[in-house]
């Protein structure tokens, strides 16, 4: 009888370890790195690549909030203007993203929850101006404030299209 008692105490004592088990280690295997490389690296400098093939440096830019104040849409420049709210540069970059600090990998380029658009207007492409979608990389938003929006990006369209770097922006109610 002790043998049988044995065998049945011992199943027992399994299901009462065994849920603390599997908690321990699903704890252990939790972690940022889901392994997946990480498509994206920020470079500490001002925002600045190519667009269509033409060097692009950022100078100026604003940001404003959508009508139901859930996403920011933000627009880089190339050049500075005063006032920045009425600038007219031809290469420009439009980002939409998430109204909250936060980093956003691009995973469908062109849908949300962050869309960045590539401008550059002295290039025709047939079609018209180019406009090219980030394909690859990520924004990540800093910091959010009533007159700021600063943040950093590593967007890539193609080998001709790709900016990196860091920005900082002020608001304007009207883009």
Not at 16 to 41: A, M, N
Not at 68 to 92: K, Q, R, W
């Amino acid at each position: 009888m002790n043998n049988l008692q044995v065998k049945l105490r011992l199943p027992y004592c399994l299901r009462s370890v065994l849920p603390v088990l599997i908690i321990v280690l699903s704890v252990l295997s939790c972690g940022e790195d889901d392994g997946k490389k990480k498509d994206y690296t920020f470079k500490d400098q001002d925002a600045q690549g190519k667009i269509a093939g033409n060097n692009w440096t950022y100078a100026s830019g604003k940001f404003r909030y959508s009508d139901d104040g859930e996403s920011i849409y933000i627009t880089l420049y190339n050049a500075t203007e005063d006032p920045v709210c009425a600038t007219s540069a031809t290469a420009f970059i439009d980002i939409s993203f998430p109204a909250e600090p936060g980093l956003q990998e691009i995973a469908n380029p062109g849908f949300p929850p962050v869309v960045v658009l590539l401008h550059e207007l002295t290039v025709d492409t047939g079609a018209g101006p180019y406009m090219g979608v980030g394909k690859k990389g990520a924004v990540e938003i800093l910091t959010i404030t009533d007159t700021e929006v600063t943040g950093r990006m590593d967007v890539r369209e193609s080998n001709n299209t790709s900016v990196n770097g860091n920005f900082s922006v002020s608001f304007c109610p009207e883009i």
